[in-house]
């Protein structure tokens, strides 16, 4: 795992290094505070050890020994997210098992620890890559949106507040769409959160407008493309016209693209910026880099093994690519923001799925970075996704990570000074791999809690937080055989108060 520290001026400082451990192949990142101290830790999906790392932030810059949490053999994390699913206030982390086919859900215990997973199945061969965390239903609870790869479908898992979820609903994404990344936003302006879907099979970004109950109307599809190749998608308002707009990765065109919302759930033809001939772009992330209150993009470079920065010049443009690197061999492959060691400065954690380790970027504050310091994630872990969250209610933020080899999501806990402790690890079942991890509260305990979706498991696993930076076991729901789901993000739509999950699945096209 690699940390880039922001100089304040779209520039940052050389990459620190934390390994996550030979083989452990980090392919995914998130940035949240697992021992509530204030300081932002990391979570990173180490696919080829199938564990989640957390590396807990030090405040500084750098980070604690990595403490891994398995998510089961063969389970294959592939990514996390992080939220608080029971509501006890502890960051809790949610991890996509792309092996097993499930999501993970490990509730935190507010101390950096992570109790057992809980899985929620995705269904047989879903094969989920991503996952995400929202509101869907206006209940207060976070929900799980998922994107099951092999099912080419969303999943959206209800949240019912402790820490458990409804069984998956699908939402296809169209025949051969193979969604890879889910987000959500408000794309039409109507407070009712939407999700917005990657379609690396059919070069679209689908949009998913949300009716405010937990349902959504039929995908409209934007092309990114013929042969592109979107692998990630990201929401800001990249013009200033109060509109959410996206940004997604085009893994085989070597550029990032910018589709301007309109405000009406529409948007104008996509823009492309290039990322390097061979860069082979997996993520895109967004944040201010260099204090100028214009968003900015940053890009993990998986073929280049480098990431990007493209400083925003508030009108939906952008400067010429930066890049920062990773190490040969590194392989990013996921980020996540966060303000790991409390300058107010924008970093940059990155699972580095080659490198099995989440790397962590700390921002100068000009729009460069320090060099990377990388937390291990185990040998063979292959992470493959990250998210950001407090999970041990210190007010430092720490990562959770779905780690795709290692079929488990790792918990990074922060010290607050940019280094994390070592990563602790919390199955999502054998052979599960999972892969697309998100944060919320899914039990409304106040405690973060974690949905991952489980590729190989076909389903969606939730570990419910303790609060303490340890996770429950998780807790799975299906989404039957071969349905692969890839990719999930958390909402309230239904507007109940209570967070549900909306999945991408590959094998049936849809979103549940």
């Keep these: 795992m690699a940390v880039l520290l922001g100089n304040d001026d779209g520039t940052f400082q050389a990459q620190r290094t934390f390994s996550t451990g030979v083989g452990s192949y980090p392919i995914w990142v998130a940035v949240g505070d697992f ?44 990514s996390v997210a992080v939220g608080d699913f029971n509501q006890d206030t502890r960051a809790d982390i949610a991890v996509a098992n792309y092996g097993s086919n499930t999501v993970g859900i490990f509730l ?10 809980s899985i929620f199945s995705t269904g047989a061969l879903s094969a989920p890559h991503a996952v995400a965390v929202g509101d869907f239903n206006n209940d207060t609870r976070l929900d799980i949106t998922v994107a099951n790869n092999g099912g080419n479908n969303v999943g959206v898992l209800l949240g019912n507040g402790d820490g458990t979820f409804t069984a998956q609903a699908t939402f296809s994404t169209g025949t051969g769409s193979t969604p890879t990344s889910v987000a959500v ?26 009716n405010g109950n937990g349902t959504f109307l039929a995908p409209r599809t934007f092309s990114t493309g013929a042969n592109f190749g979107t692998y990630v998608v990201a929401l800001g308002d990249f013009n200033n016209d109060t509109r959410l707009d996206i940004t997604v990765a085009n893994n085989a065109g070597n550029n990032v693209g910018v589709l301007l919302g309109n405000g009406d759930g529409t948007f104008a033809a996509q823009t492309t910026f290039s990322t390097g001939t061979g860069s082979n772009p997996t993520a895109v992330a967004v944040g201010d880099f260099n204090k100028d209150a214009r968003l900015d993009i940053t890009v993990a470079n998986y073929g280049s093994n480098n990431v990007g920065v493209l400083l925003g010049n508030g009108d939906g443009t952008f400067a010429a690519l930066v890049t920062f690197s990773m190490g040969a061999l590194s392989g990013p492959y996921a980020m996540a923001i966060g303000d ?40 063979g872990s292959s992470p493959i996704s990250v ?23 790792g918990v990074l806990l922060g010290n607050g000074d940019g280094t994390f402790q070592a990563q602790r690890t919390f199955s999502t079942g054998a052979d599960s791999a999972p892969n697309g991890v998100a944060v919320g509260d899914f039990n409304n305990d106040t405690r973060l809690d974690i ?62």
């Design 340 to 379: 790991f060691n409390q300058d107010t400065r924008c970093d940059i954690t990155v699972a580095n799925y080659g490198g099995n380790n989440v790397g962590v970027l700390l921002g100068n504050g000009d729009g460069t970075f320090q060099a990377q310091t990388t937390f291990s994630t185990g040998m």
């Design 35 to 78: 021992n509530n101290d204030t300081r932002p830790d990391i979570a990173v999906a180490n696919f080829g050890s199938n564990t989640v790392g957390v590396f807990l932030g030090n405040g500084n810059g750098t980070f604690a020994a990595q403490m891994t949490f398995s998510t089961g053999v063969g389970s294959y994390p592939i």
């Design 185 to 210: 936003g408000d794309f039409n302006q109507d407070t009712r959160p939407d999700i917005a879907v990657a379609n690396l099979g059919s070069n679209t970004v689908s949009v998913l407008l949300g």
């Design 108 to 117: 935190g215990n507010g101390d950096g620890r992570l109790t057992a997973q």
């Design 387 to 409: 998210a950001v969250g407090d999970f041990n209610q210190d007010t430092r933020p720490d990562i959770a990570v779905s780690n795709n080899g290692g079929s488990n999501v």
């Design 451 to 512: 949905a991952v979706a489980n590729y190989n498991g076909n389903n969606v696993g939730v570990l419910l937080g303790n609060g303490d930076g340890t996770f429950q076991t998780q807790t799975t729901f299906s989404f039957g055989t071969g349905s692969a789901p890839v990719s999930v993000a958390v909402g309230d739509f239904n507007h109940d108060a209570r967070l549900d999950i909306a999945v991408a699945i590959i094998r049936d096209s849809n979103i549940q």
